[in-house]
């Protein structure tokens, strides 16, 4: 069974994280392949966007790297606190060790500056929160990232996007990188995407 790392930090966007629990739950109902989404975080209660306490099935100690084959970081609100938890050196050192065995990580929105911090996005192509008069691409561009206009845009085996809503684009981008494009085609048709 794949098993897929949900991080989610302080400030996280709910949207962002439940297209993946949603998209991976559809895929293992009706396509009945099993890739269990686990929940980690540096605290066992974390504190979304608009205050939502979420109860994460991991510990960020309690994790070993070697047990998940992807990685999945949803993006959040600075207003929220999300930036105290996201440039945190445990977490990039965590993106590092997937990025070094080539498994795939995904991010929405915001998050992807967290892959830039890492030191993964130099010279790859990826995107982030796109509005702001761009000041959140100008950010990953900094990081060595090279923009692409893309709402989803896919390096290797890193996945970023634009906004809140490409979240589940983003999450059946994955479940087709995991498994295949016709399971992805089936789960987004049923899915209504």
Excluded at 47 to 57: H, I, P, Q, R, Y
Excluded at 117 to 123: D, E, F, T, W
Aim: aromatic letters at 12%; proline letters at 3%.
């Amino acid at each position: 069974m794949k098993k897929i790392l949900l991080f989610l930090t302080k400030g996280f966007e709910l949207i962002e994280m439940s297209a993946f629990v949603d998209v991976f739950g559809w895929n293992k109902t009706f396509n009945k392949i099993d890739i269990d989404v686990i929940t980690c975080g540096f605290n066992k209660e974390i504190k979304s966007t608009f205050n939502v306490t979420l109860t994460v099935d991991k510990v960020f100690h309690e994790i070993n790297p070697d047990d998940y084959d992807a990685m999945v970081i949803p993006g959040g609100f600075g207003y929220f606190g999300f930036y105290e938890e996201a440039y945190d050196e445990r977490l990039l050192n965590l993106i590092r060790d997937f990025d070094s065995k080539k498994k795939p990580i995904a991010t929405v929105c915001v998050s992807a500056l967290i892959l830039g911090k890492s030191g993964i996005l130099k010279g790859k192509k990826a995107t982030t929160y796109h509005l702001m008069d761009g000041r959140r691409q100008r950010q990953l561009e900094e990081f060595g990232a090279i923009i692409e206009g893309g709402s989803v845009v896919k390096d290797e085996h890193i996945i970023t996007s634009w906004c809140p809503s490409t979240a589940p684009y983003v999450a059946l981008e994955l479940l087709e990188t995991m498994t295949s494009k016709e399971y992805k085609d089936y789960i987004k048709e049923i899915m209504g995407y």
